[in-house]
């Protein structure tokens, strides 16, 4: 009934069947070959099996191809997930470090080398973190280093851990650097104050052939790239060495008492969120962080080290974490004091003219909220002359009885009050008949909260009013702050200010 060509037929059909069962079809050629020598010999009974057999090459070849197709889409979906972390990165030396980028909680596998000191059990206040690589023009690290430590009192370098990470691959810089460090600095390596640090250059991706992004030159995309990585493994030694990390450039000098300003600032600002406070309006200088979110900061940089420079990806981290606005704090605490960028040693001459050399004085407004039936122009709500971003208040014309309150989420002792109104841009948006006035018992109203008892402690001159050494004028802790207009104005009013400063408990 069937002759060899019929069995030889059959066989062939068996070893494609085979072939799909055990999934054994990494020679996709071979098997339609099988399959056309198969047709080929299906010829001498195609009278008697043409449909039979029609279906079944149907079927397999449909399952090849399904298989095929599966197997395909599936394999590049993997090697896409596995590509997507390292950025294209396919540097052995590199993945060893970063496969774990996905996950963003704990520490990145990194081992660093401790050029000077070693951190001590006890968690200080503040981490002060310096990243610093070999400038062809000039060098500041030894000047910040001593900014830092003469501008703290001895109870404030109890509170502060330095640590400088050396990103230079060039070694015999690192050990020089690390014994002059150790030399001018010794008795502060010694007390746990200082430490120097270093990541081996093999925890490094591929700095070549990295994307250009804002037609940057090639060897500024290594350099800003390169720097992202440097502050990243900065970031995660760091992470668990105290309560606060203050991230500073290697080319500044600090304000007298630094950190206690910080501290009011950051007393001031309990009970209330934030990412990110700045005490600079410069770069990467003065940026405060809480210590526990600077694991998921370092992956942040790691994972788009070669999309920006730090200073753009610090704002999207922050905007990421639901801090919509700049929280920054004048006078600034911090100055550059570089003349030569780290980057070819171009010349760089920016300063921030909102420092002070002394800026022990700066306000610390309780939180607080606040009301007003004064009309308001746009965005320019309440909110904006309270707190410490670079806005204000902007109401429209004024009637006499209207006000702005500030109602305390606890009292507080006020020592000082100053309001400023109108700006430079626009002087006569200014309050020109009011007074301040504070106030204690808060009770609810169906237009928000505010003080049942008032006392008067200056009026508005040229736009502005200061109260000081309010403390020996009210008897009662300040629960409300209010700002009444005492006649009308056709004029409208900008708020660009309201600054409050109060005693801070003996611990502070």
Not at 238 to 262: G, P, Q, V, W
Request: aromatic residues 12%; proline residues 3%.
């Amino acid at each position: 009934m069937y002759n060899d060509n019929t069995f030889s037929a059959i066989n062939d059909a068996y070893c494609i069947y085979l072939c799909i069962v055990v999934g054994d079809i990494s020679n996709y050629i071979s098997v339609m070959r099988l399959l056309w020598k198969f047709l080929d010999k299906m010829r001498c009974f195609r009278k008697r099996l043409t449909i039979p057999f029609l279906g079944i090459l149907i079927t397999c070849l449909l399952f090849v191809n399904l298989y095929m197709e599966d197997g395909y889409v599936l394999e590049e979906d993997k090697r896409q997930l596995r590509e997507t972390p390292i950025h294209q990165l396919n540097s052995e030396k590199y993945v060893h470090t970063f496969k774990d980028l996905c996950n963003f909680s704990g520490a990145i596998n990194v081992t660093y080398r401790y050029l000077a000191g070693s951190p001590l059990p006890r968690k200080r206040y503040l981490t002060i973190g310096l990243s610093s690589v070999k400038r062809k023009r000039g060098n500041y690290l030894l000047e910040t280093i001593k900014s830092i430590f003469d501008q703290s009192s001895y109870e404030e370098l109890k509170e502060i851990v330095v640590v400088v990470h050396l990103a230079e691959f060039d070694l015999a810089w690192c050990e020089s650097l690390v014994q002059d460090i150790t030399r001018k600095f010794a008795h502060h390596v010694i007390a746990g104050r200082l430490l120097v640090i270093h990541a081996p250059e093999e925890y490094y991706p591929v700095l070549d052939g990295l994307k250009r992004n804002y037609n940057d030159p090639e060897d500024r995309v290594r350099f800003r790239s390169k720097q992202n990585v440097d502050y990243a493994f900065l970031l995660n030694f760091c992470s668990n060495l105290s309560d606060y990390y203050m991230m500073l450039e290697d080319d500044i000098r600090c304000s007298k008492n630094f950190l206690t300003a910080m501290k009011k600032v950051v007393t001031s600002r309990e009970g209330s969120y934030w990412v990110t406070l700045e005490f600079s309006k410069l770069g990467y200088i003065g940026k405060l962080y809480h210590s526990n979110d600077l694991p998921r900061l370092a992956r942040f940089l790691l994972m788009f080290y070669q999309e920006m420079p730090c200073d753009w990806l610090l704002i999207h981290f922050r905007g990421l974490l639901a801090q919509k606005d700049v929280i920054r704090f004048k006078p600034s605490l911090f100055q550059h004091m570089g003349y030569y960028s780290s980057y070819k040693g171009a010349e760089n001459k920016l300063k921030d003219d909102d420092f002070e050399e002394d800026s022990f004085d700066i306000p610390d407004n309780p939180p607080a909220s606040l009301y007003t039936n004064i009309n308001v122009f746009e965005n320019y709500d309440a909110t904006k002359a309270y707190s410490s971003v670079d806005e204000y208040f902007w109401g429209k014309s004024l009637s006499t009885g209207d006000f702005f309150i500030i109602v305390f989420d606890k009292s507080a002792k006020i020592t000082k009050i100053k309001i400023i109104t109108g700006t430079d841009e626009r002087q006569n948006d200014i309050l020109h008949h009011g007074v301040l006035e504070v106030g204690e018992k808060v009770i609810g109203t169906k237009k928000g909260k505010k003080c049942s008892t008032y006392i008067t402690l200056g009026e508005f001159k040229n736009g502005q009013v200061e109260a000081q050494e309010i403390q020996h004028k009210i008897t009662f802790d300040i629960e409300c702050v209010r700002i009444v207009v005492t006649a009308s104005q056709k004029e409208w009013l900008i708020i660009k200010s309201i600054s409050l400063w109060t005693t801070q408990p003996p611990n502070q």
